[in-house]
């Protein structure tokens, strides 16, 4: 339904979900690849996961990468199209894409796909090294899957600013850090997303640490975010003053709910966050809850959206300018509808 709070930026609105990918009916997963990019004013690009119901109960990244159009910011949908390389890959069996962020630059769709073995017994892990996979022509035609770096792991999330795209990557073939080699690191890309470069580790706790996001500032400050796994109430932040080349820890912040699968985007005068909420640690958390903050640094007590799915809620958002100059966020999430089976959900946040 649809929700209203009194958050850090205003009264903040979550519209009532709508169903964008009816997994149910056709009895398929759609864990991961939620990635979106607008290439247009109202023109949006939408990616989820076609995968197995039955590999982990539906909670693994079996499958391949569909994706469809949008022109009218969202409101309506073209029908379904094949990312036709990770549909390659499944048929290979040696692993499979997950589109996890995407953008768009000079004409180019750049995508970054985690490859999953689905060697272990949960969701997708150990990961391969990612790969990008682009397009010159919108998605009509697709490049063959290019290697993004040496070292196994996730992306997890990319941003554009001033022509240069930036990518935040946990260096890590398990899911979860375990050592202190297991570093995030940002890469770098001037030319387009052709090529990238390693500009440095980010000083941030990665020891029982996993997920990521970033989020450029007014003052050109760059915030690298971390979920806490073992307590997800708190999230690990660095600061940045220089694009990326060196970082400064900041104390963790303290969330109510806790946060799983973190997702921030700009809203108003702030930021918004998204994810899975921590309301029981000994399963990996549930619930859905949502964020507000004025500097993304301290956020509000957030608004409990669900509180009783799990295994769920892993999401992408999109901030979007309609013609009036109203902002709305374009949420993007996963929702259980049996065992670990999840369908894809639509919402906005708006002030």
Request: hydrophobic share 35%.
């Amino acid at each position: 339904m649809e929700r209203t709070y009194e958050s850090a930026i205003g009264p903040l609105h979550a519209s009532e979900p709508e169903l964008y990918v009816d997994n149910q009916s056709r009895h398929r997963s759609g864990h991961m690849s939620h990635a979106m990019l607008q290439y247009g004013t109202g023109k949006i690009i939408a990616f989820n996961s076609n995968c197995s119901p039955r590999r982990v109960k539906g909670h693994a990244a079996f499958g391949f990468v569909e994706y469809r159009y949008s022109e009218d910011f969202a409101r309506t949908w073209s029908d379904i199209h094949v990312v036709t390389p990770t549909y390659d890959a499944l048929l290979d069996g040696i692993y499979t894409h997950s589109i996890e962020k995407a953008v768009f630059l000079d004409g180019t769709l750049t995508c970054f796909a985690t490859s999953n073995t689905q060697n272990h017994d949960i969701c997708c892990e150990p990961w391969e090294t990612p790969v990008v996979i682009r397009s010159r022509d919108l998605g009509k035609t697709w490049e063959a899957p290019a290697e993004f770096c040496p070292w196994r792991g996730r992306i997890y999330d990319a941003k554009e600013k001033d022509g240069v795209i930036y990518v935040l990557m946990f260096c890590n073939p398990e899911f979860v850090g375990r050592y202190p080699d297991d570093v995030y690191r940002l890469f770098v890309s001037a030319d387009g997303g052709n090529t990238f470069s390693v500009r440095s580790v980010v000083d941030i706790a990665t020891v029982e640490h996993a997920y990521g996001a970033l989020q450029f500032r007014p003052d050109g400050s760059l915030l690298a975010y971390a979920c806490n796994i073992p307590d997800a109430h708190l999230l690990s932040v660095s600061r940045s003053d220089d694009l990326g080349r060196t970082w400064r820890r900041l104390p963790d912040i303290t969330l109510k709910y806790g946060i799983r699968n973190v997702q921030i985007a700009p809203l108003g005068d702030g930021y918004v966050m998204h994810g899975r909420a921590w309301l029981d640690s000994e399963r990996g958390g549930r619930g859905q809850v949502v964020y507000a903050s004025r500097d993304g640094l301290a956020w509000d007590d957030g608004l409990l959206l669900e509180t009783e799915k799990r295994v769920c809620y892993y999401s992408n958002m999109l901030p979007l300018t309609l013609p009036d100059g109203t902002e709305k966020v374009l949420v993007q999430y996963s929702d259980c509808y049996e065992a670990s089976c999840v369908n894809v959900m639509h919402m906005f946040l708006s002030l």
